[in-house]
């Protein structure tokens, strides 16, 4: 029976301008969720995707284990990083199963997948070790580039998956009203909510910038105080009471 999922390895195989943005969020973010937990014990991460996270997460952790159901997209990352020792387990997220318990647990651009994104957050709870700390990232549609092309009229629903997004296998972009919603429902709180990469222009029209790195790190620490406004949505989440 062909995997699904396999549909949406093109995606991630460097191929399209919006790597131009995938990789500034994607080098951005592990580093986010390192200088938070501390790095050195064990992680478990929910999908390989481009593979940038988790050559950069294998950097910093013990234990590395990442959940992916694709197959494709796991031969894809075996040919692009041959020489990670991550562990990959090939598994629906839904299905996944472990004894064992981990000190951070990453859901990296995930729920946007998932056709039940709490039922998702409410199953990994039992892999976190105690003590342990959960983080998420999801893109914002109300993203500033998207906010001033609505504006603009040239975007009448922010809401609405591009072409790209559909090829991604998104079913849903967030803002941070509907995040937190779905982290409340999940049983969650939110410990921490910061904005990665604030976007001000399309991906071709930043690419036609040609803007130096510094600018671009300057929008990535810009972002981290404008959640509402930025390309994606960083949240680390506590259970109540802890």
Partial sequence: MENTLDNHVQAYQGLSIYDFDNTIQLEWYPKR??????????????????????????????????????????????????????????????TFDTP?????VV??????????????????????APGGRMFLTVPNAEVLNRKLGHLAGLLPDMQLLSEHDLLLGHKRYYTVESLQQDIRE????????????????????????????????ALCLAGIDYPELSCGILAELALPGH
Avoid: C, W
Wanted: hydrophobic share 40%; net charge neutral.
């Fill in 33 to 94: 969720i390192v200088q938070f937990s501390g790095g050195a014990g064990s992680l478990l991460e929910l999908g390989l995707g481009h593979g940038i996270t988790t050559g950069v997460f294998e950097q910093h952790f013990k234990r590395h284990v990442v959940v992916d159901a694709s197959p494709a997209v796991i031969e894809n990352f075996r040919r692009k990083f041959p020489r990670s020792k991550v562990e990959i387990a090939e598994s629906y997220f839904e």
């Fill in 186 to 217: 999940a049983g969650y709180e939110v410990r921490r909510l910061e904005g990665i990469y604030l976007k001000p222009f399309t991906t071709s029209q930043m690419m036609s910038l040609k803007l130096d790195e510094k600018v671009i790190q």
């Fill in 100 to 104: 064992e318990r981990f000190d951070v």
């Fill in 107 to 128: 859901f990296g651009y995930i729920l946007e997948h998932v056709d039940d994104p709490v039922a998702i957050m409410k199953h990994f709870r039992r892999f976190l």
